[in-house]
């Protein structure tokens, strides 16, 4: 029982590193439950309890946008890597590469560990 359990939780982990996050929030327009009634201070406190606010100000300032070294690779490598990265460099390296051949100003990215 105890390996039938162990193994789904792997299979779940596995999982759930292969995909991405997104979430579904549902705004509650007015508390009557009808239709064209738009309370604005009622959706702006659903927002503000949310994050949403907060999570819409981080997308502005271009902080949540992470992305692994290799995901950008096969991303670039048919359109630009061939020409600009030499074979059997780490993806990391590489990356590099691509963002100086780019010449983006450096305010708009930043290389973490894993991920751009």
């Known amino acids: 029982l105890g390996a039938?359990?162990?193994h789904g939780i792997e299979q779940l982990t596995q999982l759930l590193s292969s995909s991405e996050?997104?979430?579904v929030r549902c705004i509650r327009p007015n508390d009557i439950k009808v239709p064209d009634v738009f309370e604005s201070n009622r959706v702006l406190d659903q927002l503000?309890?949310?994050s949403v606010l907060e999570a819409v100000a981080m997308y502005q300032e271009g902080y949540t946008?992470?992305?692994a070294y290799a995901d950008v690779l096969s991303q670039c490598y048919p359109l630009l890597a061939k020409a600009l990265v030499p074979s059997?460099?780490?993806a990391r390296?590489?990356?590099k590469l691509l963002v100086?051949?780019?010449e983006l100003p450096e305010e708009f990215f930043a290389f973490g560990k894993r991920r751009l």
Do not use: L, Q, T
Request: glycine letters at 4%.
């Open 65 to 67: 946008f992470k992305v």
């Open 4 to 6: 039938k359990f162990r």
């Open 93 to 95: 390296a590489a990356v």
């Open 21 to 23: 996050a997104s979430f």
């Open 100 to 102: 100086d051949a780019a």
């Open 48 to 50: 503000s309890s949310m």
């Open 88 to 90: 059997g460099i780490d």
